[in-house]
């Protein structure tokens, strides 16, 4: 009887090991792969971890962000998805390292991140702006810390439990990463920072840029909230691990007024600007069609 044959495609076959020993997955969505000449640094410094990326994928001219990393996951085959902005920069070596360690090694967590920190060079303006507006800096921690600050900017998560909980939501264009992390608690996983990493993430350049944000966010907050109310969640500055997503509107609304007013009543220019301008795009949103409608 002659021997079997092996009809295998070595081709096929060797694609196949390839994907194998895939672990880590960068994903990046970036609209022109530049960011101002940014995109190329974020990558040489991904080249320079302790633990190199095994697969490189970044996704040009898509939108909204959870549309291009949902594309980005597709398009990739780790076990490990580490997700990045092209904006920000790396703080330190070992972060990498970091998310496939506390991942693979403890189940329970299913998604994290690292600490934000303004980048050194930053200027007066921006170290301002970062005081005097909510979730722009979260200090580094020391253990594993449950976090609502583990955001896009920076994270990681088991493309299992990615998988699980659906995937990102595609439709909104702000709030993403919030509804993520609700949807990751719901299915019993915890969300947090792990110790001595961080990144770093830029301010406005000038008052243009800030106010230019404010209307941005306000009109997005506003598409969400008339197409996908259930995507409005709260969420609080700093390291916070317990607290209720869902707020009745109304407490939100006396939320951002308290805040305003605070900022106001301590000289807070550029959050003072920056609220009433969030205000205003949002109730302009609320009763005429934005630019995404």
């Not at 902005?85 to 998604?111: A, K």
Request: proline content about 6%.
């Amino acid at each position: 009887m002659p021997e079997p044959t092996d009809r295998t495609d070595p081709i096929a076959a060797s694609k196949a090991d390839l994907v194998h020993q895939i672990l880590v997955s960068v994903i990046i969505p970036s609209w022109d792969a530049s960011r101002s000449g940014n995109l190329p640094l974020l990558l040489a410094e991904l080249n320079q971890q302790s633990t190199k990326p095994d697969e490189f994928c970044v996704v040009e001219h898509t939108s909204p962000n959870g549309h291009a990393r949902n594309v980005g996951v597709e398009r990739s085959h780790g076990e490990i998805l580490v997700f990045l902005d092209d904006d920000v920069r790396l703080g330190c070596p070992d972060i990498v390292s970091s998310f496939v360690d506390y991942l693979t090694q403890h189940p329970d967590l299913g998604m994290v991140g690292t600490s934000q920190l303004l980048p050194p060079d930053s200027s007066t303006f921006q170290k301002k702006c970062a005081e005097q507006l909510t979730r722009c800096q979260s200090p580094v921690v020391e253990i594993v810390t449950d976090s609502d600050m583990v955001t896009t900017q920076c994270c990681a998560l088991r493309r299992s439990v990615l998988q699980q909980v659906g995937g990102f939501h595609d439709k909104i264009l702000r709030g993403v990463d919030p509804e993520l992390r609700h949807r990751v608690r719901q299915a019993g996983f915890r969300v947090a920072v792990v110790p001595s990493v961080w990144h770093y993430h830029p301010m406005p350049a000038n008052l243009k840029s800030l106010l230019q944000m404010a209307w941005r966010d306000g009109t997005a907050s506003a598409f969400a909230r008339r197409h996908f109310p259930e995507t409005i969640l709260f969420n609080p500055d700093g390291h916070v691990g317990e607290f209720q997503a869902r707020r009745p509107f109304i407490l939100r609304i006396f939320n951002n007024i308290g805040r305003l007013l605070k900022n106001i009543a301590t000289g807070r220019a550029y959050g003072t600007l920056y609220g009433i301008v969030y205000a205003g795009a949002n109730l302009v949103g609320g009763v005429r069609r934005t630019e995404w409608e």
